[in-house]
């Protein structure tokens, strides 16, 4: 356990703290929209298709709006999405997922059944026909996308409830006369709190990504809003004017990265073998 | 007066498409108040599943076990009746059984709280009390167990059981995962504890010679039976089934003499294809035609020389018996 | 008097920790002759497995080794890695706790005896076969034959250590590393593969190292022991010597905690990590002789009898008896 946190540690440190920075730099440009953004991100007064230029940095798009605040208002809409997804994903994932693992019996095969038909759709493609159901619209976008994301959750909560409930340790608080659900609630759960947030951090950059995905499909924010994916969209219509796209995909790239970072350190934090057992 | 007392206890585990292993064949023993009671066999005897069936994880399929006189009952998924309370385990591995993440003290607190069912802080005094019983600093309360070497984990087991103020305890192999040195410290505090809170310990190892030095009464089991008890020093000194003698021979002496221990021809079998008759005759270098027919029960012995021959059905405490024609036939009373 | 088949001189061993390198062994000199079982005794961290595992030069990346260690004219510190190689293959061979680690799950024992045979001795597939099923017949294996089409989970754990036995004596090796190599096995099955390393050694006049904690195995096999403590030999000598008449309190003490007369008297404390030793005798804290200069000066190992050797300032054990002595 020596080696492994001596080889981990010293790399992912530097890329720990530039990931966290780029994160933290995001999430003030959301917070900070109207005082960074060199424009309104809807009005039309630029010249459409204007290069990247000292008046505007990021150029213009097809209507001569201002990319650079397009991009920084982009960042208000997918970030606090993203997070929102993520959080009632882990919620509704890993509450049914515990009750699954501490029930067992009918209530568990009912739930995992649901969950290997969902896993057995590809993801995208089940969050299309949802979103399509429900109507275009980035509320239905975050609806459509937590029903394909919960099951993993449910997945991981529940065999950490199993194996974990099977622990000595919580045999022995049982003889101690603490019921079923003491035990869970002190023993088990505070192990899983660990590995559900490094889960839930890796799946902040993959639920930027999704957000995008649905609305280059044009299934998720619709115009004239400002947002990343369907930025994105836009620009692969325009392939000439190369800064439409490039730009808010950037803008994905990094956030998207940045929580993937993140997500291996606090596991790293979380791995009883490499975190806190140095003490 | 017994605490514990197990009754012709069964256990067989069955398994679909597999033949039932009974892993406890008819086990009948008692343990006293301020006695430790050493139930020693080698891997597959059914020690372990004894230990569990005895506080209530695994179900008997036949017998009984009383605890302070009042039947016992499986661990369900409700709270365990409070009369139960009185009767802990110790496990094997001190890592497992210590929640990683949990401050000691908070654990042990647990044990302080589990009679009265109220939650108990870690700073408790009583907390601190039961850290001292075990030989620990009362400062330990405010660590995590992975500070702790395996002997002082151990310990930690111990106290944490303690705090709930028990009458009885099963300890299953609790040394066997640590060093010599800290294997004698918890044997010897596993005597001083007995003697000074007059605990009921069953102490369960493969281990013959840390049993022999702290237990009051031995009992050797094979392949899911008992088939010798008594008081330590008679059995060390004068064992009478011919396991319990291949036993007590194979262990190696530190004398520095270099004699080879003596070694059991064949292996344990396979406790789900049982032999007939009296379970260890293939490897018995006594073995006569009747053992191979009919199953001794463990029957009282007598110096011998005087034949008696009744047997009685729980052989129970310091009584001298053992599960052997050779023996029953000549010296049972 | 003849060369030594094993011969070390101070060897050290420095592992990289966490905060800079911990030296696990600590200036180690022994000898082990040809056919004669040399026992290492100590406890878990006392670095008498990381001795051998220097010695065939298995340790983790990072590690360094100084001193000097000659196999039969070889030095094993310094020879290439080809070189080594054979000698790890066909001169010194070794024998675990958990015999799996050197059986592989998904291969028949045959594959496994023969492909070794095949590999180190270049037999042809015939031959491998006969040479194999005699190994198994060496080491006690019912029925030979058919246990080179068995796989190594249909045996027991010590049949399985006879089987890892039996790999490690396939190119006739002089010198068997054996770690702990009865620690997992019941008692009665123990004595089984005590009897089969004793014939083994009396047959083929193959040296044994025999490292383990248990002094009682040690009684049983050795016929000289050293004893280790945090890094350190603390005592070595004959089986008797060691065993009858010791010299260091540390082994009084693990011969104490063993044996079957009188009281319980445990030793207390725990023996220090590689990262924690104290100064003086690593010993003396946990000693109930220890005086100042314990403390304060380190021990070598001296002679106090013939061939006994003893790292101990006081000598609490032995001195009355000298004195009592001509």
Known sequence: MNILSRRVLPRSKPLTVIAVTVIAIWLLVALLAPVLAPGDPLSQDGTPFTAPSGAHWFGT????????????????????????????????????????????????????????????????????????????????????????????????????????GEAEYVTARRLLGASTWRALLDDVLPNIVGPILVLATL?????????????????????????WGSMVSHGTEYFQHWWLGLFPGLAIFTVVLAFNFVGDALRDVFDPHTGRAHG | MSVLSIADLHVDYRRRGRPTVQAVAGVSLSVEKGQILGLVGESGCGKSTLARAAVGLVAPS??????????????????????????????????????????????IADGVGARSRTKVRADDPRVAAVLELVGLPTSAAGRYPHEFSGGQRQRLAIARVLAAEPSAVVLDEPLSSLDASAQAQIASLLVELKDKLSLAILLISHDLSVVRQVADVLAVMYLGRVVEVGPTEQIWSDPRHPYTQALIGAVPQPDGLGTLPTALPGEVPDPARPPSGCRFHPRCPEAIARCSVEQPDLTVLVPSGRKLGTSIDTPIGTARSAACWLRIDTEAR | MAEPLLSVEGLTVRLPGPNGPVTVVDGVDFT????????????????KTMTFLSLLR?????????????FSG??????????????????????????????????????????????HLGVNRRSARARAAELLDEVRIPDPSGALRAYPHQFSGGMRQRIAIAVALACRPRLIVADEPTTALDVTVQAGVLHLLDRLRRDHGVAVALITHDLGVMSALADRVSVFYAGRIVESGTRADVLRDPGHPYTDALIGALSHTGALRPLPGSAPGAAERPGGCAFHPRCRYATERCAADDQTLVPISPGHLLACAENPLTRPRKAVAP
Not at chain 1, 92 to 112: E, H, K, Q
Not at chain 1, 203 to 227: C, I, K, M, N, R
Not at chain 2, 67 to 89: I, V
Not at chain 3, 36 to 46: K, L, Q, R
């Open chain 2, 62 to 107: 036949a017998g009984t076990v009383e605890f302070d006189g009042s039947p016992t009952t499986r661990l369900s998924r409700g709270t365990r009746p409070a009369h139960l309370l009185g009767l802990q385990m110790v496990f094997q591995n001190p890592y497992a059984s210590l929640n990683p993440r949990r401050r000691v003290g908070a654990q």
């Open chain 3, 32 to 47: 082990v002759d040809a056919g004669e079982i040399f026992g290492v005794a100590g406890e878990s961290g006392s670095g």
């Open chain 1, 203 to 227: 799946d902040l950059g993959g639920a930027v990504l999704l957000l995008s995905g649905l609305s280059f499909l044009g299934l998720g924010a619709q115009a004239p809003v400002a947002e």
């Open chain 3, 58 to 70: 298995l340790l983790p990346a990072g590690a360094t080794v100084h001193g000097e260690a000659r």
């Open chain 3, 74 to 119: 070889q030095n094993l510190l310094t020879a290439p890695a080809g070189e080594l190689r054979r000698i790890r293959g066909r001169q010194i061979a070794m024998v675990f706790q958990d015999p799996m680690t050197s059986l592989h799950p998904m291969l028949s024992i045959g594959r496994q005896l023969t492909d070794h045979l095949r590999t």
């Open chain 1, 61 to 164: 798009d097809e209507l001569g709006r201002d990319v650079l605040s397009r991009v920084i208002y982009g960042a208000r809409l997918s970030l606090p999405l993203a997070l929102l997804l993520v959080v009632l994903s882990a919620l509704i994932g890993g509450t049914l997922g515990a009750l699954a693992g501490f029930l067992r019996g009918p209530v568990d095969g009912v739930l995992m059944r649901i969950c290997d038909l969902l896993f057995a759709f590809p993801g995208i493609v089940l969050a299309m026909v949802v979103a399509a159901t429900l109507g275009p619209g980035i509320t239905n976008a975050v609806l459509a996308l937590v029903l394909i994301s919960w099951p993993w959750y449910a997945r991981i909560v529940r065999g950490l409830v199993v194996s974990l």
